[in-house]
C-alpha cells in the first residue's frame, strides 16, 4: 500500500512540474523573442498537459499493456491500480495548467 500511494503521489507531481516548468521556460523563451509571456506560458501549459501526464506513468505504452492484458486475464486490481495512477498525473497536470492560468490572468 506505501508503494501504491508513493506512486501515484509521484506521479502527480511530475506531472504538474512538467505544466509549470515547460510553461515558466516558454515565458523566458517569449521574453527573449518579444513575444508576450502571459499567452505563451498558457498556450504551452495547455500543449504540455496531456504530454505531463505521458510522462508521469511512464513515457511509454506499458501503462495501456498492463490494462490490456490484466482486464482480458480478469485481474482487476492491477487494471485499477494503472487508472488510478493515470488519474493522479491529470489531476498533477491539470493543476499545474489551472495554476499558471491563475498567475498569467493576475489572480493571485
Known sequence: MQYFLSKAALDFFIAFGVVIGGAMLAGIGAVL????????????????????IVAAVGGTIDPMRVIDFNMLQGNLSPVVQQIFYIICAFLGAHMGTELVRLVCRGGL
Open 33 to 52: 523573442v518579444f513575444l508576450p509571456p502571459t499567452n505563451e506560458m498558457m498556450l504551452a501549459a495547455d500543449k504540455l498537459k496531456i504530454w505531463a
